[in-house]
């Protein structure tokens, strides 16, 4: 087994956590950026040293290849000669190196399981492990059971003991339909914990339960129409999917397993699933930040949770490049229910284009009907958050703003014990103040609600807060409504932010409980 580190990957300080969740990030040598990389990798040279040839690679042969100029890292099973992409790499040379010569899969997964390796490293790779290194067999095995459960051994064997119960699932048929039953055995469960894909034969239904994912995965045996409904049965913990047949035939089976088929698996051991969204709209709200509305396949069930984000992914330049985003409602006034379809079909997104940026200029130039392609979304923010919540505090900064609206919105919609919201906003100029007056209205519509702006760079005209988060803004803002007050923090901005506000936190001697900082 190849032996991994497991310090935290990349290091706090390194530029590379600050990209993942910030937007300060030490300046890479000129002409080494992203786009220089992708370039690189087009040109046609041999990056590995091996004229394009693949070997495969021993655990002794890995280790040799250690040092800067000669500098191999395995990710899941694959070797990769990262050395001619070390300057080029955000998190610095030496985040790579600590995975230098062994199997970085850990360590990379800790950081940017969705960063697409394999596209932007397609040119570095060495070959496979001769030996494959820690991937749980289970999970690559197909399982031949269908419409059944499958033994509990081959279900529970990879799972650690505070697993949830294993669902499984069964189906039925009428003249036109096909049923799909999913058994969760979980009474928590709504219609956002499953989501639903199918494209030609293949059909995806995936539901996630706490920090695993249950699939039901097949080859349909025949064909069916594109649309289709779901239904959840919270008091049984049972999810219905019923599919339209083309044609009025009877079905022998369901079909044929694909991969990870009726297993329960950590979510983290899975790769992340995308299906093509197209391009509805895009409008303006500020200077730089772009409202863009895209649809969802009609093949598509997927609604993304409260304080989750998905990633989006484009081909640029002949790479595919992949970034977090924050879905939002339409408005802040959008009413908290479970959407209703056809309207869930549409995912909104506050997105800031950087014009030196390599993926939001990108976006920008999509025409109308144009196709992104959208993940499963993902986040650690938990609705339990909210129980008997009465005070809530929003401390956001530039597009940090984009988690705050959905849990806003919840709260004031769903959370009865609550007292009062308060957001502080911090931008550099009231330029980039984001939804500004659907913000003002929403203060002066809903007394629990307050709004404070603060200004990083103001014009002379600004008499209303300034400066950088600090314990001076904070201490006052953050007043509980009474001594024993059940409250909760919300962060989110540039990594430098982020990070001080939860140190400015801990000083006003709020809990770790009590924070939730979004970092992705
Ligand atoms: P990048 O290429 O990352 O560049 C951005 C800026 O940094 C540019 O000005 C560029 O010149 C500069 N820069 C890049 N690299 C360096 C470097 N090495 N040294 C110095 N400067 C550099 N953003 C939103 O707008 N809306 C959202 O809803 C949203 N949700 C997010 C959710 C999560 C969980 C996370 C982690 C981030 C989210 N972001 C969101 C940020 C988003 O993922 C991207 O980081 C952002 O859109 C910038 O991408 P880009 O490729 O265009 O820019
Ligand atoms: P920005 O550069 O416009 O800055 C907004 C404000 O952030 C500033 O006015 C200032 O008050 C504060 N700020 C900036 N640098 C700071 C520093 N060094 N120390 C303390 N405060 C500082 O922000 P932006 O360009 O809109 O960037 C928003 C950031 O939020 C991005 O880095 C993005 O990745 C992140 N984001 C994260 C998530 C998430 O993790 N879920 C979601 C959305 C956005």
């Given at each position: ?33 992203l ?5 690189l ?17 021993t ?37 790579l ?36 290194p ?23 064997g990879?799972l ?19 049923t ?74 369901l ?43 009609r093949?598509?069930?997927?609604q ?70 959208v ?25 940090g ?30 330029d ?89």
């Amino acid at each position: 087994m190849l032996n991994v580190p497991s310090q935290s990957f990349p290091a706090p300080s390194s530029q590379q956590r600050a990209a993942s969740g910030g937007r300060s990030k030490v300046p890479l040598k000129q002409g080494r950026s992203l786009m220089d990389w992708i370039r690189l990798t087009k040109s046609g040279k041999d990056l590995t040293g091996l004229k394009g040839r693949l070997i495969e690679v021993t655990e002794e042969e890995l280790k040799k290849h250690n040092t800067k100029n000669d500098c191999w890292i395995c990710i899941r099973g694959l070797v990769y000669n990262v050395s001619p992409y070390m300057e080029y790499h955000p998190g610095g040379e030496d985040e790579l190196m600590r995975a230098a010569g062994s199997d970085g899969t850990d360590l990379f997964d800790q950081v940017h399981r969705w960063v697409n390796y394999e596209s932007m490293l397609r040119e570095c790779l060495v070959g496979r492990m001769a030996v494959k290194p820690a991937v749980p067999k289970d999970c690559r095995e197909e399982k031949k059971v269908l419409n059944g459960m499958l033994p509990k051994s081959q279900v529970t064997g990879m799972l650690a003991k505070e697993s949830p119960v294993s669902p499984s699932y069964d189906w039925f048929q009428t003249d036109s339909s096909v049923t799909i039953v999913i058994y969760t055995k979980q009474k928590d469960i709504n219609l956002e914990s499953v989501i639903v894909d199918h494209q030609f034969d293949t059909f995806r239904a995936e539901t996630i339960i706490k920090d695993y994912s249950y699939l039901v995965h097949v080859g349909l045996s025949h064909e069916i129409q594109e649309d289709f409904s779901v239904r959840v049965v919270k008091n049984v913990g049972k999810i219905e999917i019923v599919l339209k047949k083309k044609e009025n035939t009877s079905w022998e089976c369901l079909g044929r397993p694909l991969e990870n088929h009726n297993l329960l698996i950590l979510k983290k051991d899975t790769g992340l699933y995308y299906r093509k969204c197209q391009l509805i709209s895009k409008e303006t709200v500020t200077h730089d930040v772009k409202f863009f509305c895209l649809m969802l396949p009609r093949s598509t069930h997927l609604q993304v949770p409260v304080g989750q984000h998905v990633y989006l992914k484009l081909t640029i330049t002949g790479t595919e490049i992949v970034k977090p985003y924050t879905p939002v409602p339409d408005s802040l006034f959008s009413e908290f229910k479970e959407p209703v379809l056809p309207n869930n079909k549409y995912i909104y997104f506050l997105i800031k284009i950087y014009p030196a940026g390599l993926f939001t200029p990108q976006l920008d130039h999509l025409q109308i009907g144009d196709f992104v392609s959208v993940s499963s979304p993902e986040g650690n923010f938990k609705i339990s958050q909210f129980q008997e919540l009465e005070d809530f505090f929003l401390l956001a900064a530039g597009t940090g703003f984009t988690p705050m609206v959905k849990v806003l919105n919840y709260a004031l919609n769903n959370v009865p014990s609550l007292r009062k919201v308060k957001l502080m906003f911090f931008n550099k100029t009231e330029d980039d103040i984001i939804w500004r007056s659907q913000l003002e209205k929403l203060s002066f519509k809903d007394k629990r609600f307050d709004v404070e702006f603060v200004l990083s760079a103001p014009t002379s005209e600004w008499n209303g807060k300034t400066g950088y988060i600090s314990s001076g803004l904070l201490s006052e803002f953050l007043k509980r409504s009474s001594d024993r007050s059940k409250v909760l923090i919300c962060v989110c901005g540039p990594m430098p932010f982020t990070e001080q506000g939860i140190r400015v936190l801990h000083d006003l001697n709020f809990s770790k409980d009590e924070v939730h900082s979004f970092t992705g």
